[in-house]
């Protein structure tokens, strides 16, 4: 077995293998939050220079490390892959096996104005900070990113923290449960991973606060699972992995919102969520009421968590 595979196994949370490789050798082209990080861009022409991408990757990094303390892996790999005659950041897929690594692929004619518009770098960056699941649980995956994405730019700065909120309230609702729907373990449809995953972190977000008297947050729950190993580069069922995250926050929030939703569907009654939280878009434009019921969540919900809260 090689070395890399039996440290994992020692400190992994799952003691199972780990599928990453060993780690090279080589200088990373980057160094952030204790991850080293190596950039390749294929063949094709780009309007950026190396520089430049060198950058919005290091900003993305930044904002995942301000989310979870730390990098979430200490060897990361990217590919950007030019597509000739379009603009902009066209997609971006992460893969655990081999190592983390993800490919992006950057339209030709892209440039600096609409990196620091993107959000594809950060979400590919997040899916490092969990086990790698099976498709059946690929919303718990999605649902991550896609919550924690603008949060973790927010909180640097890269992102308007009103505009996590406005996204919130009108990208949820495409997560609520439709007519036959099973539950989040057996509704693959696009609205159910990636909102429905969303709502499953924002509903686990706002329990803990409330179960903890605002000490823990789901920050907490997912620090606490990449503490105990479980990046993507560990092969972990998804009740450890929550159980992991129950523990570091001391309440079994997650576990139990699991159990509630994986084979259900839930009805959430959005209006009521958002009135709760003191948020009203119902002239278009964020209002915020402050004496709402769970301002204090919301407020908390929005602020940069601390680097160490375990
Ligand atoms: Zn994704």
């Known amino acids: 077995m090689p070395r890399a595979l039996v440290l994992a196994s020692l400190i992994g949370l799952c003691g199972c293998a780990s599928a990453s490789g060993a780690p090279r050798a080589q200088p990373a082209d980057l160094k952030v939050g ?20 060198l950058a919005w990757i290091s900003g993305s990094a930044e904002a995942v490390t301000a989310y979870f303390g730390r990098f979430p892996v200490p060897r990361y790999r990217i590919v950007i892959e030019p597509v000739a005659g379009r603009t902009g950041v066209l997609s971006g897929t992460t893969w655990a096996f081999g190592g983390a690594h993800s490919r992006l692929l950057v339209g030709e004619h892209t440039h600096v104005a609409d990196l620091e518009r993107d959000w594809v770098m950060t979400h590919e960056m997040v899916h490092t900070a969990f086990p790698d699941q099976p498709p059946a649980h690929h919303w718990i995956e999605e649902g991550i990113a896609t919550y924690v ?35 989040l373990d057996h509704t693959h449809t696009w609205g159910r991973t990636y909102w429905g995953g969303a709502l499953f972190c924002l509903l686990a977000d706002i329990q803990i606060r409330e179960r903890t008297g605002g000490r823990r947050g789901l920050v907490d729950a997912l620090r606490g699972i990449l503490a105990a190993g479980g990046n993507d580069q560990v092969d972990c069922p998804l009740t450890r992995a929550l159980r992991e995250g129950d523990k570091a926050i001391g309440v079994p929030v997650l576990e139990e919102l699991y159990h509630a939703m994986k084979d259900a569907p839930v009805a959430t009654d959005l209006d009521a ?6 948020i009203d878009m119902r002239h278009g434009a964020l209002a915020v009421d402050e004496q709402a019921p769970k301002a204090a969540i919301r407020r908390a919900i929005s602020a940069r968590a601390a680097a160490h809260t375990q």
């Open 273 to 278: 969520l958002w009135r709760d939280l003191g």
């Open 34 to 53: 204790g991850g080293a990080i190596d950039v390749a861009i294929g063949d094709g022409h780009l309007d950026l220079s190396r520089a430049e991408l």
């Open 149 to 183: 994405e603008p949060l973790a730019r927010s909180w640097i700065g890269h992102y308007p923290p009103g505009k996590v909120w406005t996204d919130l309230v009108r990208g949820v609702p495409n997560g609520l449960p439709r007519a036959g729907d099973r539950g």
